[in-house]
C-alpha cells in the first residue's frame, strides 16, 4: 500500500543557506487572513478572534499566487496562525524567523507581544522562549502596517492606484518564507560573518555567541571535493564574537570567478568544556577579491568588465516574491544567456537564496536597498529619508556580507536635491549608509548613491544614469572620462546635485531602457505610461531594436576607461517595456544576437 506524502508548503527550501542548521520548521502555506483598512483592528479585536479569510504565505495579498489578489491600498493586514512546535526539540531555545514583512510589523505569540519590525525588506527574529514549548500549540497573530502616506523605503511600488511609468503593484505583509527553529538554550551561533582575502588565501571567520561559557570554544572546518582542507578552533569563553582565520593550502587554492565559481565548504562548531557539540551549522564560502587601481575595478586583480543588467525582481503571479526556488534561477540564467555577467539588483533587498544562486553560478551583483519613497514637497529639502533606512540597510548588510557574487554595495538610488549651504537629512543618510557599509564590510566599494546625488566626496565608485537613445549623442554624452570629464547627473536646470569626481571607477549604472513592445504598434502616440512604458521612440522592429542595442551598448564597451555598465532592463514589467525578455520571461527578442553585441572584447579589459 502506498502511504500518501504530505504536499510541500509553497516555497519549501531552506531560505538561509549560508547559515544552515539540520532541524527548522517551514510556516509558509495557508493562514486565517483579513484585511484592516482603518487600522483600527486592534482596538476591534482581530488579535483575539479568528480572521475572516485564508491566504498563501509567503505571498502577499496583492499577488495572484496569495488566493486574495486584492491590489487596492492595504493600510493593515492581520494574520493568524497555531502551529504545534516540534516534540523532539526539548530543551531548546525555538526562534520564529520572518524573511520580510512589508512594513511595519508586530507579532504575537499566544497573546504576547514577541516582536516589533520596521522596513519591508529585511529578516527579523521573535524569540519564543517561554511561550512555545515542544510538543505544545502557540497561536501566532501578525499584524503588517503599510501606509500610503509619509516617506518610508517602498522601491518600486506605487503610491497612487494604479500601476503607472516604472511603479509597480505593492507589496503589503507578508512575502518572504515565514519558519521556526531550535537553538542551544545556554549557547549558541548568531549569523557567522566571511571575509576571504585572496592574497594570503586566507578567510576570516567572524562568530558572535549569544553567551561565553567557561571552557568552551568555537572550530571550523573549510571543505573543498579533495576533503577537509583546513580548520581552526579558538576559545569561546573570552570574546563574544570569536575570530578564526583559515588559510587554504596553496595547492588547495581555488579563486571564485564568474568562469569558475568554486564554493568551499564551512562547517560551524561550538564545543563545551568536554569536547561535544553543543550547536553547530553549515555554511560556505569563496575566496575572491575586488580591488580600485585609479580608474580600474578589479575582480582577482584582474579587470572584469561588468556587463550588467538592471532586475528588479518583480513576477506576475507573485509580485516582488518569486513563485519558485527555480524561477529565482531561471532569472540569472536568462540574464547569462543574453551575455550580461551581472546585474544591479534594483529598489529591493533581494531574497537570500537568489544569492545563493548567484553564488553558485558566478553572477556578479551589487547589493541595493529599496529606497524610493522618501519625497516631500519642500523646496531644497525634498527627500527625507530617515533612521528606518539606515536600521534596514545594517540588516541588509549583516544578512548579505558573506555573499562572494556581491561585489559592491549601493544604498541609495536616483536621490536628487540641489546641493546649497544647508546640511539636510538626505545628507546625513546618504553618509550614514555609505558609512554603515564601509564599516560592515571594507572589503567591497561602495557607491554612495546610483547615479544623480553624489553626496559623499570620497564615495568609492562614481556613476551616472543617462538613457539618450541616439548612439551618437548617447556617445558625446559619455565622452571626456579620460580627461577626467565625465558625465554627472544634473538638474534640470544645470544645478550640481552632486559633489565633483574626484577619478574614482566611473561607469554607465543606468542605460537603454529602450522601449519595445512588439504588441503595440510603432507609430502609437500619446500617453500610454499605465498600459505601456519605456525610454525614447520606440524602435520600427526587431532589427532596429537590434541596431540601437548594439551601438548603445558598443559605445560603453569601446571606452578603456569604463569598468562597466548596467542596462536597463531584464524583463519587462507589467507596463515598462523595456526588457530584454517579456514579463512572463519569454523571448522578446533574437536573444543571440543581444549576447553577441555585448560578449565581445570590452576595451577595458584589453592589455
Known amino acids: ?114 516582536a516589533r519590525h520596521r522596513g519591508g525588506f529585511t529578516p527579523f527574529t521573535a524569540d519564543l522562549d517561554g511561550i512555545a514549548a515542544p510538543g505544545a500549540e502557540v497561536t501566532l497573530v501578525v499584524r503588517a502596517r503599510d501606509s500610503r502616506h509619509g516617506p518610508q523605503a517602498r522601491g518600486k511600488q506605487a503610491t497612487w492606484y494604479a500601476n503607472s511609468h516604472c511603479h509597480y503593484t505593492r507589496t503589503t505583509g507578508i512575502w518572504q518564507t515565514v519558519w521556526m527553529e531550535p537553538v542551544p538554550r545556554a549557547v549558541a551561533l548568531k549569523r557567522p560573518g566571511v571575509t576571504p582575502e585572496l592574497s594570503s588565501g586566507t578567510f576570516f571567520l567572524d562568530l558572535p555567541l549569544t553567551a561565553n561559557l567557561p571552557g568552551h570554544r568555537v572550530r571550523a572546518v573549510l571543505s573543498d571535493d579533495r576533503g577537509e582542507a583546513v580548520a581552526a578552533e579558538a576559545r569561546a569563553d573570552l570574546d563574544l564574537c570569536p ?24 562547517r560551524l562548531d561550538v564545543l563545551d568544556a568536554d569536547g561535544r557539540v553543543v550547536d553547530t ?26 556587463r550588467l543588467v538592471l532586475d528588479q525582481g518583480y513576477y506576475p503571479d507573485g509580485l516582488m516574491t518569486a513563485p519558485t526556488d527555480e524561477a529565482l534561477v531561471h532569472d540569472i540564467e536568462l540574464a547569462l544567456r543574453a551575455g550580461f555577467n551581472g546585474a544591479r539588483l534594483h529598489q529591493k533587498v533581494f531574497e537570500e537564496r537568489f544569492l545563493y544562486h548567484a553564488d553558485r553560478l558566478g553572477y556578479l551583483v551589487w547589493g541595493e536597498f529599496g529606497d524610493w519613497g522618501c519625497e516631500v514637497g519642500v523646496r531644497d529639502d525634498n527627500q527625507r529619508p530617515d533612521a528606518a533606512y539606515v536600521a534596514q540597510w545594517l540588516e541588509a548588510l549583516e544578512r548579505d556580507r558573506s555573499h562572494p557574487s556581491i561585489v559592491g554595495w549601493c544604498p541609495l538610488n536616483e536621490t536628487y536635491q540641489r546641493l546649497h549651504d544647508r546640511i539636510t537629512s538626505l545628507d546625513d543618510v546618504t553618509r550614514a549608509m555609505f558609512l554603515a557599509a564601509k564599516l560592515a564590510d571594507p572589503s567591497r566599494p561602495v557607491i554612495d548613491a546610483s547615479g544623480y546625488a553624489h553626496r559623499v566626496p570620497e564615495t568609492d565608485v562614481y556613476d551616472s544614469h543617462c538613457y539618450e537613445q541616439d548612439p551618437a549623442a ?26 565633483p569626481y574626484r577619478g574614482q571607477p566611473y561607469f554607465c549604472s543606468e542605460f537603454g ?56 532592463q531584464l524583463t519587462d514589467v507589467f507596463q515598462e517595456r523595456n526588457g530584454v525578455y517579456r514579463f512572463d520571461r519569454s523571448d522578446k527578442v533574437d536573444v543571440a544576437r543581444v549576447r553577441a553585441a555585448q560578449t565581445r572584447p570590452a576595451a577595458f579589459e584589453r592589455p
Open 1 to 114: 500500500m502506498t502511504v500518501p506524502q504530505p504536499s510541500l508548503p509553497p516555497r519549501p527550501e531552506y531560505p538561509r543557506p549560508q547559515f544552515v542548521r539540520e532541524a527548522w520548521l517551514n510556516l509558509n502555506g495557508p493562514w486565517q487572513f483579513e484585511t484592516d483598512r482603518s487600522d483600527t483592528g486592534l482596538e476591534r479585536g482581530l488579535l483575539d478572534r479568528a480572521l475572516a479569510d485564508t491566504i498563501t504565505v509567503p505571498f502577499c495579498p496583492e499577488s495572484a499566487l496569495s488566493g486574495i489578489g486584492e491590489t487596492d491600498f492595504l493600510e493593515a493586514v492581520w494574520y493568524r496562525r497555531t502551529v504545534t512546535v516540534p516534540a523532539d526539540w526539548t530543551g531548546a531555545r525555538v526562534l520564529l524567523h520572518f524573511g520580510a514583512v512589508d512594513h511595519d510589523t508586530t507579532v504575537w505569540a499566544d497573546g504576547v507581544e514577541v
Open 243 to 266: 575570530r578564526l582565520a583559515l588559510t587554504v593550502p596553496a595547492d588547495r587554492v581555488r579563486p571564485w570567478t564568474p568562469d569558475d565559481p568554486h564554493l568551499y565548504g564551512l
Open 281 to 306: 551549522a553549515a555554511s560556505y564560502a569563496g575566496l575572491r577579491s575586488v580591488a580600485i587601481h585609479g580608474r580600474k575595478l578589479l575582480l582577482n586583480g584582474e579587470p572584469v568588465f561588468q
Open 474 to 499: 548617447f556617445a558625446e554624452t559619455m565622452a571626456g572620462l579620460a580627461e577626467d570629464r565625465p558625465y554627472v547627473n544634473a538638474a534640470p536646470d544645470g544645478r550640481p546635485w552632486s559633489a
Open 513 to 568: 531602457g529602450i522601449w519595445w513592445d512588439p504588441e503595440t504598434a510603432a507609430e502609437a502616440d500619446g500617453d500610454q505610461s499605465g498600459t505601456s512604458w519605456g525610454y525614447g521612440a520606440r524602435p520600427r522592429g526587431e532589427e532596429d531594436f537590434i541596431e540601437r542595442f548594439t551601438a548603445l551598448t558598443g559605445v560603453l564597451l569601446d571606452d578603456p576607461e569604463m569598468f562597466g555598465y548596467c542596462y536597463t
